[in-house]
């Protein structure tokens, strides 16, 4: 199982720097990208441009 939390209430979402749209996929594409280059570890924090914690993704087994 795969989760992933994004909390989108700081300012790299706020559509000031950027529309918060462009953030959301940029934070995914970068996941997606250490996902298929085996970067990234089972609980990974992610963070946005600002460098703030903004959420986590994990991998579990099934049913854990």
Known sequence: MIKI???????AFDGEQAPAEYELSRILNKLAH????GTIDDTHAIRDFNGNTVGIFTITEEGA
């Open 34 to 37: 250490d996902v298929q280059s």
């Open 5 to 11: 939390t994004i909390d989108t209430s700081t300012s």
